[in-house]
């Protein structure tokens, strides 16, 4: 085997922002068994998407207003709407992004992709949707997406990592026309966000309340890469004179990969039913299916990107090349690679099918007092693929298939008072959730060559070829939190909150299936508890003249121990390692905590919205897998390797100097560096003040936005520098600049149609080749030949057709 199966988990994730646990070497993808999608009419070539790692061994390569401080921002002036709402009158740096801000994006397109205009915030896809969860990677003030929090109408989304094990990626929350606005914290979430994992900021979805008309929304979207969307939303209108309403949606995007051969498909449902109750309370019931199948693209590495260039993708469906290959015989453009063997195989594909709900019941008991409480389930199946060439089948054909198959039953309750007592508002509240998640990894036997294919991965989940289950994983925890929290009014012009939450997050597996020799040792089995009694939080804001106000925030925070099966994700969660390894660590082990500090400034006027902030984060027990073992089943533990200590700064500036013309700019810079030299097997690795990796020192986002009568266009860029993709910072990839476009015209009625609209995108502007995602197979102390990458796309475009009924 390369030299990279003995390194991989030796390199991975260092808790900061240095990888964002959503990736794992392909096959780990949990997935859901739903109907393939028809195979597509047109001959498929002889590469597609995906590249992962080997398998059994280590791979080696509001609706409802804030409460508490987060006060409600102020929308700007009543012109053409900016990028961003600054958080006017919030005690910590709040950034609110509108749904007439989202519409300047493709319909269909991830809330979180859209969140890439803010400060502080770095977002990068393979794919222009933002839809391949694979290559989704979130980072804010250095914090990857595992490392924040995410709510949508209250209700949990975990640390949306990829195999994520207590919560749910936003995109299969909820369908993205229907999301009324996002609440981003970028330096720390209120301490009443419901989350067991933010470290940094916290990101809250609100879904749209139902019309009260009755009729409908409808849209049609065409784009590159033979990309169709369909989006359909009924609305009851009110049914009775209490205001009863609901409205159902559906939508559907399917698309083939921008290189290689497979496709990314979706079928999503939503539902919201809203009661109105006396005295201004209500009753709420959001109800979300979806189901998903996606095709992988290609991890790349600098050699291959030189070598092969930045299309190189998989064999699929083209089953005698992936054949061949693993028998050692490959295409003449991988003869120049440093790893032909590694640099494709046949196919990976994730696949997952999720049921989403929550009821919320907001009542106003007295003028004073409000009493809210949220109760939720989440139930998520699937499986995942990935064709290996590390993994002969029995039968003699040189790979077979390997399948995961994570799933999550999750459920839980909030439930929170707000008493207002003369200048002071106080909040209470209680949190608990009981999840279980399991996942077992299986090998499937391939054919032998003329004797049939492996066909597409995404037809059924192939139970009867199984030939070996290396393991099977059953996770269940507890989470609960209480938080207390005073927001006094000392004077007009000052605000004051202060509060504290306490949380315990029990967690433990058993392991009812495993394969020692495939496996190579024990599967770690065992429990974890991860609590905190007082997680205190103090903030303030002072608007010491008209327009101009200051604020700052000083918070600690916890992250639970994050959960997931045996060598999958690059997520340092103990139980990746052996059963040596973890009852070794379990008892020193502490779960990853930080101090965050910022201070800020804010200018509000109808001319201009404006917002500068300093902050610092002192992060300690950063989590890290270490190798102790070389081979290419290396025995790692999950160790406390020290600290990250970051230095940053944030401006941002929305100017209207005409009517319909809006002009945003903003300015980030953060310094994030490692505070102690880290120990393995191999000696001392010099981390102490490298920088972490993945997440830029500086970024600069502007938008254009002219909107004159009926029509509209706007022009966007983003800055990204470069990025380091190792520990010791001896390998980095390019920075640049990537440019957008968009334009939109609304017709006015037709007939029975309200508010014809065509708009038209264009995606990377400039046709840049990028590098997007990086980590997302863990990051190496040095430069190994094994970092890897994913390409970003390259020019799109997309029209859409809308209207109302």
């Known amino acids: 085997m390369k030299s990279r199966l003995a390194l991989s988990l030796s390199t991975v994730l260092a808790g900061l922002a240095i990888v964002p646990a959503v990736m794992l070497a392909g096959p780990d993808r949990a997935a859901a068994a739903t109907p393939a999608r028809p195979a597509p009419a047109h001959p498929a070539p002889a590469h597609p998407a995906l590249a992962h790692p080997a398998p059994a061994h280590p791979p080696h390569r509001v609706s409802h207003p804030p409460r508490g401080a987060r006060a409600t921002p102020a929308a700007p002036a009543p012109q053409a709407e900016s990028i961003a709402v600054f958080g006017h009158g919030s005690t910590r740096q709040m950034t609110s992004v509108t749904r007439t801000m989202m519409r300047q994006s493709v319909p269909g397109t991830s809330p979180l992709k859209v969140l890439s205009q803010l400060p502080g915030v770095f977002y990068q896809s393979a794919d222009p949707f933002g839809a391949y969860e694979y290559s989704s990677q979130l980072f804010m003030r250095g914090f990857n997406q595992s490392q924040l929090g995410f709510t949508l109408d209250d209700i949990p989304l975990g640390d949306q990592q990829f195999n994520n094990y207590n919560g749910l990626s936003v995109t299969r929350a909820i369908i993205s026309d229907n999301v009324s606005g996002v609440d981003v914290s970028q330096g720390a979430g209120a301490i009443d966000v419901a989350s067991t994992s933010n470290l940094g900021g916290a990101i809250q979805i609100h879904s749209i309340d139902p019309s009260h008309t009755r009729g409908g929304t409808v849209g049609q979207t065409f784009g590159s890469n033979a990309a169709t969307r369909t989006f359909v939303r009924l609305d009851s209108g009110d049914l009775n004179p209490s205001g009863t309403r609901f409205f159902v949606a559906y939508a559907r995007t399917d698309m083939d990969l921008w290189k290689g051969h497979g496709y990314d498909y979706s079928d999503q449902v939503n539902a919201k039913l809203v009661q109105p109750l006396p005295r201004d309370s209500s009753l709420k019931l959001f109800f979300d299916w979806s189901s998903i199948q996606q095709f992988d693209y290609q991890d790349m590495t600098p050699n291959y990107l030189h070598t092969v260039g930045p299309n190189l993708a998989n064999y699929y469906p083209d089953y005698t090349a992936a ?300 989590l890290q ?105 001896d390998l980095h990839v390019p920075g640049y600049f990537l440019a957008n476009f968009g334009m939109r015209y609304n017709f006015g009625d037709a007939g029975v149609l309200r508010g014809v609209t065509a708009s038209f995108n264009i995606y990377n502007l400039a046709n840049k080749t990028y590098i997007a995602t990086t980590n997302e197979l863990g990051n190496n102390f040095v430069n190994t030949g094994y970092n890897y990458f994913l390409m970003g796309a390259p020019r799109q475009f997309f029209g859409t057709i809308s209207a109302n009924f």
């Open 625 to 729: 897998l270490i190798t102790s073992q070389a081979g290419i089943n290396p025995i790692t533990a999950v160790q406390n390797v020290g600290g990250v200590t970051t230095n940053g700064a944030e401006a941002s500036m929305t100017i209207r100097p005409l009517p319909g013309l809006s002009l945003y700019n903003s300015f980030s810079y953060a310094h994030s560096t490692y505070d102690q030299d880290v120990v393995t097997a191999s000696g001392i690795e010099p981390t102490r003040s490298k920088l972490v990796p993945n997440y830029p020192s500086y970024m600069y986002k502007g938008n254009i936005t002219y909107q004159w009568r009926k029509f509209d266009v706007h022009v966007d860029g983003n800055y990204i520098s470069s990025r380091q993709l190792t520990y010791t910072n």
């Open 323 to 622: 054949y061949q290959a693993a028998l050692g015989h490959y295409p003449q453009a991988f003869l120049a690679t440093n790893d032909p063997f590694d640099a494709a195989y046949y196919a990976g594909t994730a696949n997952r099918v999720d049921y989403l709900g929550g009821l919320t019941l907001d009542e106003n008991l007295t003028s004073d007092l409000d009493w809210k409480t949220t109760l939720y389930g989440h139930g998520d199946s699937g499986y995942s693929t990935w064709s290996t060439p590390y993994m002969p089948s029995p039968n003699g054909a040189p790979l077979s298939q390997r399948i995961q198959t994570p799933g999550i039953a999750r459920g839980g309750f909030e439930s929170a008072a707000t008493w207002t007592l003369a200048r002071h508002k106080l909040n209470a509240g209680v949190w608990y959730e009981y999840g279980r998640f399991t996942e077992g990894r299986y090998f499937t036997q391939a054919p032998l060559l003329g004797q049939g294919t492996l066909g597409n991965p995404t037809g059924g989940f192939p139970a009867d070829q199984i030939f070996a289950n290396a393991w099977q994983e059953v996770f269940t925890s507890n989470s609960f939190v209480f938080h207390l929290q005073d927001t006094f009014t000392v004077t007009r012009q000052l605000t004051v909150n202060a509060g504290f939450k306490s949380m315990a997050v029990w967690a433990g597996n058993r392991v009812p299936v495993q394969d020692a020799v495939l496996n190579g040792g024990l599967v770690a089995q065992g429990d974890l508890t991860a609590s905190n009694a007082f997680l205190p939080q103090v903030s303030a804001n002072w608007h010491f003249l008209p327009h101009h106000e200051l604020f700052f925030d000083v918070s600690h925070n916890m992250r639970a121990f994050p959960q997931d099966g045996f060598g999958t994700n690059v997520s340092a969660t103990p139980w990746t390692a052996s059963q040596a390894a973890f009852q070794k660590t379990r008892n020193t082990l502490r779960p990853e905590t930080d101090w965050v500090y910022e201070g800020g400034y804010r200018y509000t006027s109808p001319f201009l919205s404006a917002l500068a902030s300093l902050y610092r984060v002192n992060f300690s027990n950063r």
